[in-house]
């Protein structure tokens, strides 16, 4: 089987880059395989279609008040918008990023894209109110595109403050949230018994385990899906950025390993939306190049699988 190195790995660029974060924000090439029509997804309540690629803070927006790297942060985001993206999603879990991608927002031109979507993270019902003003607040919003709880924590007493928010149109979509590939049963009963409009769960070209029930739940629903870990962080490309893309890659315009794994995902035909997290602006480059292209069909799909896992 004929292989292809379309452009240096991950791993040989941080080789290559130990100085990268002194370096000047300037002259980052892009990491696009392929122009044409943005890849995006219809919401299935509404109809609204949205950037299929969008961005996680965890993590990679907890820097606090430092202020060299707020201002990386809000580089990240001007790319971020400039290739196209839409959804960006935090939690008050995740330390200072509310408030940092907030910071950057208000700095920003060309936000208008922006579908904001965060969490309540807490067993206090009173506490998940507060924790939404404070959000709010945080990222200079009036209203979230998208309301989660976090992990599932305490769904039952959060949901109806969460309608009422609704109601009052401070959020526009609910969804609840899980990860690591963890109470997928107890998630199940959610999709089937309450009305949502998202989930939030974890899948990539190796934890396939939503593929059974949840995703053909989702799109039985009428849910859209947010996917988190769709690099399980960064460990598929400790495992796979050494390897080359097979030379068929080219079918589906990737470029790299980051557009392999991405392109999977959202060819999904119940996934709206895939958020990985990063903190280099060549890495941001590489995600949004999933957002153009040809995607893979359902064969090619197979293929894909097959070949990670003959690595």
């Known amino acids: 089987m004929t292989r292809i190195r379309l452009q240096p790995t991950r791993r040989e660029f941080l080789a290559g880059a130990a100085g990268l974060a002194l370096a000047p924000l300037v002259g980052v090439p892009p990491a696009r395989a392929a122009a044409g029509e943005m890849i995006t997804r219809a919401l299935p309540s509404t109809g609204e279609r949205i950037p299929a690629i969008g961005m996680g803070t965890w993590i990679t927006f907890n820097v606090g008040a430092n202020a060299e790297l707020r201002r990386r942060r809000m580089e ?23 408030e940092v991608v907030g910071w950057c927002l208000r700095r920003l031109e060309g936000t208008e894209r922006l579908i904001s979507a965060t969490k309540v993270w807490t067993r206090s019902v009173d506490g998940g109110r507060q924790q939404m003003v404070e959000s709010r607040r945080l990222w200079g919003r009036e209203r979230f595109d998208v309301m989660q709880i976090h992990n599932l924590v305490n769904w039952q007493g959060h949901l109806e403050t969460l309608r009422g928010e609704k109601v009052a149109g401070r959020i526009r979509h609910i969804g609840v949230t899980t990860s690591h590939g963890s109470r997928h049963r107890e998630m199940e009963r959610i999709m089937r018994e309450q009305l949502i409009d998202f989930v939030q769960l974890t899948y990539n070209i190796r934890d396939r385990e939503a593929e059974a029930r949840l995703l053909p739940l989702a799109a039985e629903r009428g849910l859209g899906v947010i996917v988190n870990r769709p690099f399980r962080q960064k460990e598929l490309f400790r495992l796979y950025a050494d390897k080359p893309l097979p030379e068929w890659a080219r079918e589906i315009d990737c470029a790299n390993w980051a557009q392999f794994l991405l392109k999977f995902i959202v060819s999904h035909p119940a996934v709206t939306c895939a958020i990985p997290a990063t903190a280099q602006l060549a890495h941001m480059r590489e995600n949004m190049g999933a957002l153009y292209g040809r995607l893979p069909d359902a064969e090619l799909r197979r293929r894909m699988v097959r070949y990670v896992e003959s690595l």
Do not use: A, K, Q, T
């Open 76 to 98: 990240i985001l001007r790319v971020f918008f400039e290739e196209g993206g839409g959804m960006i999603d935090s939690s008050p879990m995740y330390g200072s990023s509310e």
